[in-house]
């Protein structure tokens, strides 16, 4: 079994969709799914993991993101 890291030790950050999917490509739609975002305006908070960064590098265009306070 996996051994889970402590979340408290990320920060976070929020993360808005601010323009649409309309014309882009099938990874772009992937990713920004794959953060959680289902239309504009949608927002979530995510840690500020190395792997949500990376996806957020992808569609950074597409995005607004915020730090968040604990």
């Known amino acids: ?3 889970k ?3 408290a030790a990320y920060p976070r950050i929020k993360i808005k969709l601010k323009k649409s999917l309309a014309g882009r490509t099938q990874k772009q739609r992937a990713v920004v799914k794959g ?3 289902r239309r504009i305006d949608s927002e979530v ?3 500020k993991r190395p792997e949500i960064l990376g996806m957020v590098k992808k569609v950074y265009f597409l995005l607004q993101v915020t730090d968040v306070e604990n």
């Open 1 to 3: 079994m996996a051994v």
């Open 5 to 7: 890291e402590n979340s």
């Open 35 to 37: 953060l959680g975002l």
């Open 45 to 47: 908070i995510r840690e």
